[in-house]
């Protein structure tokens, strides 16, 4: 699994409620038992089939998805129609928090590769829960910036390893 959709955070255990569930998402790490009942009255549950799309790149995007079991594929298609793995995700991970913020479409698509349970928190749920309890909005987005800004500092050393590694190349092919 690439590092960028790697649980970075560890899965804390919890009870198999789905607040036990979202309690064991870094997401939501510092969060109280009573915070996580509430964002379970706002999240949204839902059963996939096997080889079933969740969202196709370019789609508008509008939240993200927790994976509370089986697991979901996330991929590009070139201009000729093939696929190009990103990353296979599993249960504990997450995808597609960059849209819960900031409406954008998808930049790759997702789909399970087996049956699954996906729970949705989208936007619309955001904008209501920052309205009706900005505590646990405050938290939610204090735990997102965690996640992404983890995301974004793996991403630059990947990026920093790569440009070493080309300007390697570069100079073996200069001798």
Same mark, same amino acid.
Request: charged residues 30%.
């Given at each position: 699994m690439s590092l960028?959709?790697?649980?970075?955070?560890?899965?804390k255990t919890g009870d198999d409620s789905l607040a036990g569930f979202l309690g064991s998402i870094p997401l939501f790490a510092e969060m109280?038992?009573?915070?996580?009942?509430?964002?379970?009255?706002? #999240?949204?549950?839902?059963?996939?089939?096997?080889k079933e799309t969740v969202f196709s790149e370019g789609d508008p995007g509008s939240g993200l998805y927790l994976i509370r079991n089986g697991r979901v594929k996330i991929f590009t298609r070139d201009?000729?129609?093939?696929?190009?793995?990103?990353? #296979?995700?599993?249960?504990?991970?997450?995808f597609g928090e960059t849209t819960l913020v900031s409406p954008?479409?998808?930049?790759?698509?997702?789909?399970?590769?087996?049956?699954?349970?996906?729970?949705?928190?989208?936007?619309?749920?955001?904008?209501?829960?920052?309205?009706?309890?900005p505590r646990l909005a405050?938290?939610?987005?204090?735990?997102?910036t965690r996640a992404m800004s983890e995301r974004l500092h793996?991403?630059?050393?990947?990026?920093?390893?790569?440009?070493h590694a080309l300007h390697e190349l570069q100079a073996e092919?200069?001798?």
């Open positions: 960028l959709w790697r649980n970075v955070f560890g899965q109280k038992p009573r915070d996580l009942r509430q964002l379970a009255a706002l #999240v949204h549950p839902r059963d996939y089939d096997d201009s000729s129609g093939h696929e190009h793995e990103i990353a #296979v995700l599993e249960a504990g991970d997450f954008a479409v998808r930049t790759a698509s997702a789909r399970t590769l087996e049956k699954s349970q996906l729970v949705g928190f989208f936007r619309a749920d955001l904008l209501d829960c920052m309205e009706k309890n405050l938290r939610l987005l204090f735990g997102l793996l991403a630059d050393r990947e990026l920093k390893r790569l440009h092919g200069q001798d």
